[in-house]
C-alpha cells in the first residue's frame, strides 16, 4: 500500500424505454357504426371547419424564448388582438376578440365578457368539496427562494381574485388553492360502469391493520456517520445486548437514521447507551479495530394508527403518512438483513440467476415492495425486478471486460475517461497480502503509469517507486507497469493501489447509465410472461414467510398470502373515420390492433416537394432511389398527394458532414423552389444502422436550424422494403406534414362527454431528466396540445431545457420586462392556446391537462404550481377568460400488475397472455377516496403488460369515471406512429417524445465525460453554467435555452 504525502487535489474525474408499438393488427370486417349526424364525415383533406389549411399561416408568439424573450416574444400575436384581422383588440370587445372569432359559437356578452372592469371575488372551493380553501400563501418549499421568479407574479390568490370566474352552465371556477395545507384532490364521482365486467389478480396482498400502540423514539448515534449500514450495526448490537434487560422485551424496528419504532411504550422516556462496534476479521491476524459509539434513545411521539383506519375506511381525507412509514420499516427490517436493499427493493445472487450484462456488469433479481393504502384497506405490493450490479471481478479484468479488449495495449485518453467513470465510487480489497482483505473506496485514477509513480517515504523526502516498494514490501511483481493505479482514499492524501492487487467487493449496484446492449441484455431478463411472472411473485411472497416474520409478528401485521382478485371492466374499442374513397371507411379494432388495407388517412397531406439524402456506405444510389420511390407509393396509395419524383436526386454524403451536405442540398433545393414560391416539405434520410450521434445531428439541423421536416430510415429497413415497415413509415410521415391518419367516429359525430359539446384543448406535459451520472445537464420539459377540434387528434408541440432535475415545468407562464411594452407575458401554455385559436377559430372552453411523470410525493407541489400557471396563461390572454380545468396525471412507474383470473381462458387474454386491451379497474386496489383509476389501454407484446395509472388532481369539469375512462382509453387508439393502441394517452407520449427530441438540441459538450457518447439515444450532454441549481421554480436561470423550433416545424408533428 503506498501513501502519497500532500499532493494537490486531482480533478474531478433503467427501465427500457418503452417499444414503439409498431405493427399491424388483423382487423376483421366488423358491423358499421351508428349512423353519424350530417351525413357522416366527409374526411376531404381540410377538416369542414376547424383545419385552416395543412400547414399554411404563421403559429405562436416565437420559440420557447428563454435567452431572448424580448425579441422571442416581440410584437405580440396579432391574431389575440384582431380575431383573424377581423375588428379591434379584444379589451374592446370587438367581434375579432379571442373570444369572438368567426366560428366560435360564444354568445357575445357571454362567459367572456368585454373591456376590463373589474369582477366581483370568486368563491373559493372546488365544486364538489366540503373543504375551505384558505386564502394566505404559504410557499410550496421549492418555491421560496427561488431566484428568478419575476415579481409580476403575484401570490396566485390575490392575482386570480381578479378574473370573473363564473361559467355558464353554473360552472364555477375556483382559483388553485395558495397551499398544500389547503389542498383535496378531488374525491372519486362514483365508481365506472361502462364495458364487460370480469375478474382480474393484482400483485396486491391483503395486510390486516394492526391494533398495537406504536411509539417513534429519536435515535442519535455519536460520532455520527453517513452509513446506515454502520447505524444498522450499531442498533442491531444494542437489542441483542439489551432487548431482554433495558428495552422491556420489545423487538424495535429501526430505519437506519434518526427513528426507531416499537409496538407498545419502552420503559423509558429517554436512556443512553455505550455500544462497541469490533470490526470484522480482516484475516490479518493485527488487532481488530474497536469504535465507541453514544446512543440516545428518546421518545418522540405515537404513530397513529386509529386515524390511518378513519382514512382507508374513507372517512378522512388526508394519508397518515407517518404510521404508513412505520409499517413500511417494519416490513422492510428482515429483507434489509438478508438482502442487498436498492431503493424499494431488495436483490441477492440467491434469488435467482447471475445474468452477464457486459462489460463488467451482471444482474441480480430481486422484489419490490411497498406498503400502500387501498379501498380494501392496506395491501403490500409485491413485484419481481432486477437491476444490474458490479461483478465482483479483479479489476483488472473488470477493465479488460470494460474496453473490450487485452491489457498489452497502452490506454488512450478516452480508455482513461471511460475507466474513470466506471470505476469511481466502487469498493475493492487487496489480494496482495494473503488473507488480509482491506477494502478501499476508488477515488479516480493516477495520471502517470505506475512505473513513473513514485512518493515520498520519509521525513527528509527520499523518493521511491511504487514497483520498487511493492516488490521489496509484498515480494509482489507488478506486470502492468504502463497503466495508472487506482487512488483510493480522500482526494487530499491519495494512496496508490496497482490495479492487479485489486477485486472488486461483492454486492456493488451499478448506478450510472447502461449501454444499449446492457439495457437489452438487462431487458431479456426482467421479460416475464405474466404465468411466470405471477408464479415468482407467489414464491417470493412464500419465501418471505411473513407469518414468521419476528418484526411483522412484534407489531401484529398479517400478510395475506392470496394475489387480490378484484373486479374489473373492459371498455370498448372505438370506431375509427377512415376517408371516404377508401374500401373502408370505418374500422373497429380487434384487440387493439388493425391495420391500413384498404384504408385511405382521414386527412392525406401534401407533399409536393422532396429530397433525399444518403448516409450509408451499403446503400447504393439506385437502391435509394428505389427505396424512394416505393415509400411515395406507399404514401400515395394510404392516401397522401405525394410527387413520385424528387425536387433533386437523391446524394449520397458521408456522416461526418452532415452539417455541410444538409445546408448545402437545402439550398439547391431552395434555388429551385424559391421563384416558384414553393417550400420544400420533406427529407428523406438513409442512416447506417449504428449511427452514433448522426440521427441527434440531423434532427437538430432539420428542426431548428433549416425548418424542414426530416424521416430517417435505417439501412436494414431501406434493403427489406417490407410493406408493413413502409405503411408504418407513410403514417409518420403523414403527421409530419400536417395530415392526420385518423379520428375517432365518436368525434366526428359531436358524441364524446365534456369534450365535443365546446371547443377543448388537450394538453400533454412531461419532463425528461438526464441520466444519473450526469450531474450537470439540464431537464428537458416539453408540452404538446391539441389543435383541432372536434376530431382531437392532431398536437402540435414545444419543448424547453430548464434546471437539472426540476420537475416543475418553468416555461408553462412567464413574464418579462421589455424596453418599449413594458411587463409582457409568454410561456409555452399561453402560445399554444393561441395556435388552437388560430386553428380552429374557436378558443377552448375547457382544459384537459394530462401530466406525465409526476411520482406521488410532488402531486401537491407540481399541480399548485401549473395549475396556477395555466390559470395566468388564461388570464393572460383575456381579463376574464378561465376555462375550467381537469388535471390528470398519468404514472407508468408503478408496480402494480394485473394478471388474468384464468391463463387458461383464451377469452380473456390477448395473444402474449396479458389481459385484454381496455382493461380498467377503479376500485379495491385503488386510493381509498380519491379519483384514480389503472387502465391497461394496450394489447401486450412481450413480458407482463404494465397497466398506467391515472390520477385526478384537479376537475372543474366534473369528469364522471365512465366519461374520464373512455375518454383516456379511446384517445389512446388515435396515436399516430401505428396502427395498435398505446399504452398511455397520446399527448402524455407525444410530450415524452418531443422531450426525448429536444436532448438533441443541446450543444454537444465534452466535459469530463470523454468522447460523446454513441447509439441513437445518445442524450447529448452539456449544461449550462457550472454544478447543481437549486430546485426552486425559476432556477433555471443558468441554462443555456434550446435552440429555437422553427415555426413550420412547430405547428406540425414534427417529433413523431
Same mark, same amino acid.
Given at each position: 500500500?503506498?501513501?502519497?504525502?500532500?499532493?494537490?487535489?486531482?480533478?474531478?474525474?433503467?427501465?427500457?424505454?418503452?417499444?414503439?408499438?409498431?405493427?399491424?393488427?388483423?382487423?376483421?370486417?366488423?358491423?358499421?357504426?351508428?349512423?353519424?349526424?350530417?351525413?357522416?364525415?366527409? !374526411?376531404?383533406?381540410?377538416?369542414?371547419?376547424?383545419? +385552416? $389549411? @395543412? %400547414? =399554411? /399561416?404563421?403559429? #405562436?408568439?416565437? *420559440?420557447? &424564448?428563454?435567452?431572448?424573450?424580448?425579441?422571442?416574444?416581440?410584437?405580440?400575436?396579432?391574431?389575440?388582438?384582431? !380575431?383573424?384581422?377581423?375588428?379591434?383588440?379584444?379589451? +374592446? $370587445? @370587438? %367581434? =375579432? /376578440?379571442?373570444? #369572438?372569432?368567426? *366560428?366560435? &359559437?360564444?354568445?357575445?356578452?357571454?362567459?367572456?365578457?368585454?373591456?376590463?372592469?373589474?369582477?366581483?371575488?370568486?368563491?373559493?372551493?372546488?365544486?364538489?368539496?366540503?373543504? +375551505?380553501?384558505?386564502?394566505?400563501?404559504?410557499?410550496?418549499?421549492?418555491?421560496? &427562494?427561488?431566484?428568478?421568479?419575476?415579481?409580476?407574479?403575484?401570490?396566485?390568490?390575490?392575482?386570480?381574485?381578479?378574473?370573473?370566474?363564473?361559467?355558464?352552465?353554473?360552472?364555477?371556477?375556483?382559483?388553485?388553492?395558495?397551499?398544500?395545507?389547503?389542498?383535496?384532490?378531488?374525491?372519486?364521482?362514483?365508481?365506472?360502469?361502462?364495458?364487460?365486467?370480469?375478474?382480474?389478480?393484482?400483485?396486491?396482498?391483503?395486510?390486516?391493520?394492526?391494533?398495537?400502540?406504536?411509539?417513534?423514539?429519536?435515535?442519535?448515534?455519536?460520532?455520527?456517520?453517513?452509513?446506515?449500514?454502520?447505524?444498522?450495526?450499531?442498533?442491531?448490537?444494542?437489542?441483542?445486548?439489551?432487548?431482554?434487560?433495558?428495552?422491556?422485551?420489545?423487538?424495535?424496528?429501526?430505519?437506519?437514521?434518526?427513528?426507531?419504532?416499537?409496538?407498545?411504550?419502552?420503559?423509558?422516556?429517554?436512556?443512553?447507551?455505550?455500544?462497541?462496534?469490533?470490526?470484522?476479521?480482516?484475516?490479518?491476524?493485527?488487532?481488530?479495530?474497536?469504535?465507541?459509539?453514544?446512543?440516545?434513545?428518546?421518545?418522540?411521539?405515537?404513530?397513529?394508527?386509529?386515524?390511518?383506519?378513519?382514512?382507508?375506511?374513507?372517512?378522512?381525507?388526508?394519508?397518515?403518512?407517518?404510521?404508513?412509514?412505520?409499517?413500511?420499516?417494519?416490513?422492510?427490517?428482515?429483507?434489509?438483513?438478508?438482502?442487498?436493499?436498492?431503493?424499494?427493493?431488495?436483490?441477492?445472487?440467491?434469488?435467482?440467476?447471475?445474468?452477464?450484462?457486459?462489460?463488467?456488469?451482471?444482474?441480480?433479481?430481486?422484489?419490490?415492495?411497498?406498503?400502500?393504502?387501498?379501498?380494501?384497506?392496506?395491501?403490500?405490493?409485491?413485484?419481481?425486478?432486477?437491476?444490474?450490479?458490479?461483478?465482483?471481478?479483479?479489476?483488472?479484468?473488470?477493465?479488460?471486460?470494460?474496453?473490450?479488449?487485452?491489457?498489452?495495449?497502452?490506454?488512450?485518453?478516452?480508455?482513461?475517461?471511460?475507466?474513470?467513470?466506471?470505476?469511481?465510487?466502487?469498493?475493492?480489497?487487496?489480494?496482495?497480502?494473503?488473507?488480509?482483505?482491506?477494502?478501499?473506496?476508488?477515488?479516480?485514477?493516477?495520471?502517470?503509469?505506475?512505473?513513473?509513480?513514485?512518493?515520498?517515504?520519509?521525513?527528509?523526502?527520499?523518493?521511491?517507486?511504487?514497483?520498487?516498494?511493492?516488490?521489496?514490501?509484498?515480494?509482489?511483481?507488478?506486470?502492468?507497469?504502463?497503466?495508472?493505479?487506482?487512488?483510493?482514499?480522500?482526494?487530499?492524501?491519495?494512496?496508490?493501489?496497482?490495479?492487479?492487487?485489486?477485486?472488486?467487493?461483492?454486492?456493488?449496484?451499478?448506478?450510472?447509465?447502461?449501454?444499449?446492449?446492457?439495457?437489452?441484455?438487462?431487458?431479456?431478463?426482467?421479460?416475464?410472461?405474466?404465468?411466470?411472472?405471477?408464479?415468482?411473485?407467489?414464491?417470493?411472497?412464500?419465501?418471505?414467510?411473513?407469518?414468521?416474520?419476528?418484526?411483522?409478528?412484534?407489531?401484529?401485521?398479517?400478510?395475506?398470502?392470496?394475489?387480490?382478485?378484484?373486479?374489473?371492466?373492459?371498455?370498448?374499442?372505438?370506431?375509427?373515420?377512415?376517408?371516404?374513397?377508401?374500401?373502408?371507411?370505418?374500422?373497429?379494432?380487434?384487440?387493439?390492433?388493425?391495420?391500413?388495407?384498404?384504408?385511405?388517412?382521414?386527412?392525406?397531406?401534401?407533399?409536393?416537394?422532396?429530397?433525399?439524402?444518403?448516409?450509408?456506405?451499403?446503400?447504393?444510389?439506385?437502391?435509394?432511389?428505389?427505396?424512394?420511390?416505393?415509400?411515395?407509393?406507399?404514401?400515395?396509395?394510404?392516401?397522401?398527394?405525394?410527387?413520385?419524383?424528387?425536387?433533386?436526386?437523391?446524394?449520397?454524403?458521408?456522416?461526418?458532414?452532415?452539417?455541410?451536405?444538409?445546408?448545402?442540398?437545402?439550398?439547391?433545393?431552395?434555388?429551385?423552389?424559391?421563384?416558384?414560391?414553393?417550400?420544400?416539405?420533406?427529407?428523406?434520410?438513409?442512416?447506417?444502422?449504428?449511427?452514433?450521434?448522426?440521427?441527434?445531428?440531423?434532427?437538430?439541423?432539420?428542426?431548428?436550424?433549416?425548418?424542414?421536416?426530416?424521416?430517417?430510415?435505417?439501412?436494414?429497413?431501406?434493403?427489406?422494403?417490407?410493406?408493413?415497415?413502409?405503411?408504418?413509415?407513410?403514417?409518420?410521415?403523414?403527421?409530419?406534414?400536417?395530415?392526420?391518419?385518423?379520428?375517432?367516429?365518436?368525434?366526428?359525430?359531436?358524441?364524446?362527454?365534456?369534450?365535443?359539446?365546446?371547443?377543448?384543448?388537450?394538453?400533454?406535459?412531461?419532463?425528461?431528466?438526464?441520466?444519473?451520472?450526469?450531474?450537470?445537464?439540464?431537464?428537458?420539459?416539453?408540452?404538446?396540445?391539441?389543435?383541432?377540434?372536434?376530431?382531437?387528434?392532431?398536437?402540435?408541440?414545444?419543448?424547453?431545457?430548464?434546471?437539472?432535475?426540476?420537475?416543475?415545468?418553468?416555461?408553462?407562464?412567464?413574464?418579462?420586462?421589455?424596453?418599449?411594452?413594458?411587463?409582457?407575458?409568454?410561456?409555452?401554455?399561453?402560445?399554444?392556446?393561441?395556435?388552437?385559436?388560430?386553428?380552429?377559430?374557436?378558443?377552448?372552453?375547457?382544459?384537459?391537462?394530462?401530466?406525465?411523470?409526476?411520482?406521488?410525493?410532488?402531486?401537491?407541489?407540481?399541480?399548485?404550481?401549473?395549475?396556477?400557471?395555466?390559470?395566468?396563461?388564461?388570464?393572460?390572454?383575456?381579463?376574464?377568460?378561465?376555462?375550467?380545468?381537469?388535471?390528470?396525471?398519468?404514472?407508468?412507474?408503478?408496480?402494480?400488475?394485473?394478471?388474468?383470473?384464468?391463463?387458461?381462458?383464451?377469452?380473456?387474454?390477448?395473444?402474449?397472455?396479458?389481459?385484454?386491451?381496455?382493461?380498467?379497474?377503479?376500485?379495491?386496489?385503488?386510493?381509498?377516496?380519491?379519483?384514480?383509476?389503472?387502465?391497461?389501454?394496450?394489447?401486450?407484446?412481450?413480458?407482463?403488460?404494465?397497466?398506467?395509472?391515472?390520477?385526478?388532481?384537479?376537475?372543474?369539469?366534473?369528469?364522471?369515471?365512465?366519461?374520464?375512462?373512455?375518454?383516456?382509453?379511446?384517445?389512446?387508439?388515435?396515436?399516430?406512429?401505428?396502427?395498435?393502441?398505446?399504452?398511455?394517452?397520446?399527448?402524455?407520449?407525444?410530450?415524452?417524445?418531443?422531450?426525448?427530441?429536444?436532448?438533441?438540441?443541446?450543444?454537444?459538450?465534452?466535459?469530463?465525460?470523454?468522447?460523446?457518447?454513441?447509439?441513437?439515444?445518445?442524450?447529448?450532454?452539456?449544461?449550462?453554467?457550472?454544478?447543481?441549481?437549486?430546485?426552486?421554480?425559476?432556477?433555471?436561470?443558468?441554462?443555456?435555452?434550446?435552440?429555437?423550433?422553427?415555426?413550420?416545424?412547430?405547428?406540425?408533428?414534427?417529433?413523431?
Amino acid at each position: 500500500m503506498v501513501r502519497k504525502k500532500r499532493t494537490d487535489t486531482p480533478s474531478g474525474g433503467g427501465e427500457g424505454s418503452q417499444s414503439h408499438e409498431t405493427g399491424g393488427g388483423s382487423g376483421h370486417g366488423p358491423q358499421r357504426p351508428p349512423q353519424q349526424q350530417g351525413g357522416g364525415y366527409s !374526411g376531404g383533406r381540410v377538416a369542414p371547419q376547424s383545419q +385552416q $389549411g @395543412g %400547414r =399554411g /399561416g404563421s403559429y #405562436g408568439t416565437g *420559440g420557447r &424564448g428563454l435567452g431572448m424573450p424580448q425579441q422571442q416574444y416581440s410584437g405580440g400575436p396579432p391574431e389575440y388582438h384582431q !380575431g383573424r384581422g377581423r375588428g379591434g383588440s379584444y379589451h +374592446q $370587445g @370587438g %367581434r =375579432g /376578440g379571442f373570444g #369572438g372569432g368567426r *366560428g366560435s &359559437g360564444v354568445r357575445a356578452g357571454g362567459p367572456f365578457p368585454g373591456g376590463p372592469s373589474r369582477p366581483p371575488v370568486p368563491e373559493l372551493h372546488q365544486a364538489t368539496q366540503t373543504f +375551505q380553501v384558505e386564502v394566505i400563501r404559504q410557499p410550496a418549499p421549492s418555491e421560496s &427562494g427561488s431566484s428568478s421568479r419575476p415579481p409580476e407574479q403575484a401570490p396566485l390568490a390575490e392575482h386570480l381574485q381578479q378574473l370573473s370566474i363564473q361559467q355558464e352552465a353554473g360552472q364555477a371556477i375556483q382559483p388553485a388553492p395558495p397551499s398544500s395545507k389547503s389542498l383535496r384532490f378531488p374525491s372519486r364521482p362514483g365508481k365506472g360502469s361502462t364495458g364487460t365486467k370480469c375478474i382480474v389478480k393484482a400483485n396486491h396482498f391483503f395486510a390486516e391493520l394492526p391494533d398495537k400502540d406504536l411509539h417513534q423514539y429519536d435515535v442519535t448515534i455519536t460520532p455520527e456517520v453517513a452509513s446506515r449500514g454502520v447505524n444498522r450495526a450499531v442498533m442491531a448490537q444494542l437489542v441483542k445486548l439489551y432487548k431482554e434487560s433495558h428495552l422491556g422485551k420489545r423487538l424495535p424496528a429501526y430505519d437506519g437514521r434518526k427513528s426507531l419504532y416499537t409496538a407498545g411504550p419502552l420503559p423509558f422516556v429517554s436512556k443512553e447507551f455505550k455500544i462497541t462496534l469490533i470490526d470484522d476479521d480482516d484475516g490479518s491476524g493485527t488487532q481488530r479495530r474497536e469504535r465507541e459509539f453514544k446512543v440516545v434513545i428518546k421518545l418522540a411521539a405515537r404513530a397513529d394508527l386509529h386515524h390511518l383506519g378513519l382514512f382507508l375506511q374513507g372517512k378522512h381525507a388526508d394519508a397518515p403518512q407517518e404510521a404508513l412509514q412505520v409499517l413500511d420499516i417494519v416490513l422492510r427490517e428482515l429483507p434489509t438483513t438478508r438482502y442487498c436493499p436498492v431503493g424499494r427493493s431488495f436483490y441477492s445472487p440467491g434469488l435467482g440467476r447471475r445474468q452477464s450484462l457486459g462489460e463488467g456488469l451482471e444482474s441480480w433479481r430481486g422484489f419490490y415492495q411497498s406498503i400502500r393504502p387501498t379501498q380494501m384497506g392496506l395491501s403490500l405490493n409485491i413485484d419481481m425486478s432486477s437491476t444490474a450490479f458490479i461483478e465482483p471481478l479483479p479489476v483488472i479484468d473488470f477493465v479488460t471486460q470494460l474496453l473490450n479488449r487485452e491489457v498489452s495495449r497502452p490506454l488512450s485518453d478516452s480508455d482513461r475517461v471511460k475507466i474513470k467513470k466506471a470505476l469511481r465510487g466502487v469498493k475493492v480489497e487487496v489480494t496482495h497480502r494473503g488473507n488480509m482483505r482491506r477494502k478501499y473506496r476508488i477515488s479516480g485514477l493516477t495520471s502517470q503509469a505506475t512505473r513513473e509513480l513514485t512518493f515520498p517515504v520519509d521525513e527528509r523526502g527520499t523518493m521511491k517507486s511504487v514497483v520498487e516498494y511493492f516488490h521489496e514490501t509484498y515480494g509482489f511483481v507488478i506486470q502492468h507497469t504502463q497503466w495508472p493505479c487506482l487512488q483510493v482514499g480522500n482526494q487530499q492524501r491519495p494512496n496508490y493501489l496497482p490495479m492487479e492487487v485489486c477485486k472488486i467487493v461483492e454486492g456493488q449496484r451499478y448506478s450510472k447509465r447502461l449501454n444499449e446492449r446492457q439495457i437489452t441484455a438487462l431487458l431479456k431478463v426482467t421479460c416475464q410472461r405474466p404465468p411466470e411472472r405471477e408464479y415468482d411473485i407467489m414464491k417470493t411472497v412464500k419465501h418471505n414467510a411473513y407469518h414468521e416474520d419476528p418484526y411483522a409478528k412484534e407489531f401484529g401485521i398479517k400478510i395475506s398470502e392470496k394475489l387480490a382478485s378484484v373486479e374489473a371492466r373492459i371498455l370498448p374499442a372505438p370506431w375509427l373515420k377512415y376517408h371516404d374513397a377508401g374500401r373502408e371507411k370505418d374500422c373497429l379494432p380487434q384487440v387493439g390492433q388493425w391495420n391500413m388495407m384498404n384504408k385511405k388517412m382521414v386527412n392525406g397531406g401534401t407533399v409536393n416537394n422532396w429530397i433525399c439524402i444518403n448516409f450509408s456506405r451499403q446503400v447504393q444510389d439506385s437502391v435509394a432511389r428505389d427505396f424512394c420511390y416505393e415509400l411515395a407509393q406507399m404514401c400515395y396509395i394510404s392516401g397522401m398527394a405525394f410527387s413520385p419524383e424528387p425536387v433533386l436526386p437523391a446524394i449520397s454524403a458521408r456522416p461526418e458532414q452532415v452539417e455541410k451536405v444538409l445546408k448545402t442540398r437545402y439550398h439547391d433545393a431552395m434555388i429551385k423552389l424559391q421563384p416558384q414560391n414553393k417550400e420544400l416539405d420533406l427529407l428523406i434520410v438513409i442512416l447506417p444502422d449504428n449511427n452514433g450521434s448522426l440521427y441527434g445531428d440531423l434532427k437538430r439541423i432539420c428542426e431548428t436550424d433549416l425548418g424542414v421536416v426530416s424521416q430517417c430510415c435505417l439501412t436494414k429497413h431501406v434493403f427489406k422494403k417490407s410493406k408493413q415497415y413502409l405503411a408504418n413509415v407513410a403514417l409518420k410521415i403523414n403527421v409530419k406534414v400536417g395530415g392526420r391518419n385518423t379520428v375517432l367516429v365518436d368525434a366526428i359525430s359531436r358524441r364524446i362527454p365534456l369534450v365535443s359539446d365546446r371547443p377543448t384543448i388537450i394538453f400533454g406535459a412531461d419532463v425528461t431528466h438526464p441520466h444519473p451520472g450526469e450531474d450537470s445537464s439540464p431537464s428537458i420539459a416539453a408540452v404538446v396540445a391539441s389543435q383541432d377540434w372536434p376530431e382531437v387528434t392532431k398536437y402540435a408541440g414545444l419543448v424547453c431545457a430548464q434546471a437539472h432535475r426540476q420537475e416543475l415545468i418553468q416555461d408553462l407562464y412567464k413574464t418579462w420586462q421589455d424596453p418599449v411594452r413594458g411587463t409582457v407575458s409568454g410561456g409555452m401554455i399561453k402560445e399554444l392556446l393561441i395556435s388552437f385559436r388560430r386553428a380552429t377559430g374557436q378558443k377552448p372552453q375547457r382544459i384537459i391537462f394530462y401530466r406525465d411523470g409526476v411520482s406521488e410525493g410532488q402531486f401537491y407541489q407540481v399541480l399548485l404550481f401549473e395549475l396556477d400557471s395555466i390559470r395566468k396563461a388564461c388570464a393572460s390572454l383575456e381579463p376574464n377568460y378561465q376555462p375550467p380545468v381537469t388535471f390528470v396525471v398519468v404514472q407508468k412507474r408503478h408496480h402494480t400488475r394485473l394478471f388474468a383470473s384464468n391463463h387458461n381462458d383464451r377469452r380473456s387474454i390477448d395473444r402474449s397472455g396479458n389481459i385484454l386491451p381496455g382493461t380498467v379497474v377503479d376500485s379495491k386496489i385503488c386510493h381509498p377516496t380519491e379519483f384514480d383509476f389503472y387502465l391497461c389501454s394496450h394489447a401486450g407484446i412481450q413480458g407482463t403488460s404494465r397497466p398506467a395509472h391515472y390520477h385526478v388532481l384537479w376537475d372543474e369539469n366534473k369528469f364522471t369515471a365512465d366519461a374520464l375512462q373512455s375518454l383516456t382509453n379511446n384517445l389512446c387508439y388515435t396515436y399516430a406512429r401505428c396502427t395498435r393502441s398505446v399504452s398511455i394517452v397520446p399527448p402524455a407520449y407525444y410530450a415524452h417524445l418531443a422531450a426525448f427530441r429536444a436532448r438533441f438540441y443541446m450543444e454537444p459538450e465534452t466535459s469530463d465525460s470523454g468522447s460523446m457518447t454513441s447509439g441513437t439515444v445518445a442524450a447529448r450532454g452539456g449544461a449550462g453554467a457550472g454544478g447543481r441549481s437549486t430546485r426552486g421554480p425559476g432556477a433555471s436561470s443558468a441554462v443555456r435555452p434550446l435552440p429555437a423550433l422553427k415555426e413550420n416545424v412547430k405547428r406540425v408533428m414534427f417529433y413523431c
